[in-house]
């Protein structure tokens, strides 16, 4: 996997130093930006980690960043710190995505908390979307009557019921299951109707 990185992005030099001195401090990689311009000239989709980033900065704010963000279909966790406690801006941010807002000055334990959640939810992300593509990949392999037959489990039918609608023996339902979860090298029907049925 990716080494994560907090990307820290805040017009304020002595803001920005010490949040890249306090995720430093606790062994994580940081990458400090003067500017959210600067952070979007080097962002291609492929950086993992989280970012952490002043709402209101000159140039580019905060909330425009993130709104760019979304365009481009980023999963990457933003944290926003502001000085302003202004309502409608926090909500906002939390409406278009954002993974938490804190204030300044804020608590270092807090913004660390942040980080370390942020990051935790960006891996399983990761380690989601490189399942479902296992799995999408996996299902290739499928016959056509394998499919079928997932499909129908999927549903909640029984072999029986499953036998009886497709008009073929309970053992033959049976085998198409078991070769069709070998193939897809899992038992769990939760995933199975998460990953290629919805």
């Known amino acids: 996997m990716i080494e994560q990185t907090v990307y820290i992005i805040d017009d304020d030099s002595a803001v920005r130093d010490s949040v890249k001195e306090l995720v ?20 291609d989709g492929s950086q993992t980690g989280c ?9 580019l704010s905060g909330l425009a960043l993130q709104k760019k963000l979304n365009q481009l279909s980023s999963a990457i966790p933003i944290i926003f710190i502001t000085g302003y406690s202004d309502v409608s801006m ?6 278009s995505g954002a993974f938490d807002v804190l204030g300044k000055p804020y608590h270092e334990h807090d913004l660390l908390d942040a980080i370390n959640a942020a990051i935790q939810s960006e891996k399983e992300s ?20 394998e499919q079928e037959v997932l499909a129908l489990v999927a549903d909640g039918m029984t ?9 073929i ?22 995933k199975i109707k998460e990953y290629l049925f919805c």
Do not use: C
């Open 90 to 95: 926090v909500a906002e941010a939390f409406k």
């Open 126 to 145: 990761q380690i989601t979307t490189s399942e479902k593509e296992v799995f999408k990949r996996n299902a290739e392999n499928l016959t056509a009557r």
């Open 24 to 43: 430093e401090s606790v062994g994580l990689k940081a990458k400090a930006f003067t500017n959210a311009i600067d952070f979007l000239e080097q962002h």
């Open 169 to 190: 023996s309970p053992r033959t339902v049976d085998v198409h299951r078991q070769r069709a979860l070998s193939k897809l090298g899992t038992r769990s029907i939760n």
């Open 51 to 59: 970012i952490v980033s002043d709402i209101r900065m000159a140039g």
């Open 159 to 167: 072999s029986k019921g499953i036998a009886k609608h497709l008009k």
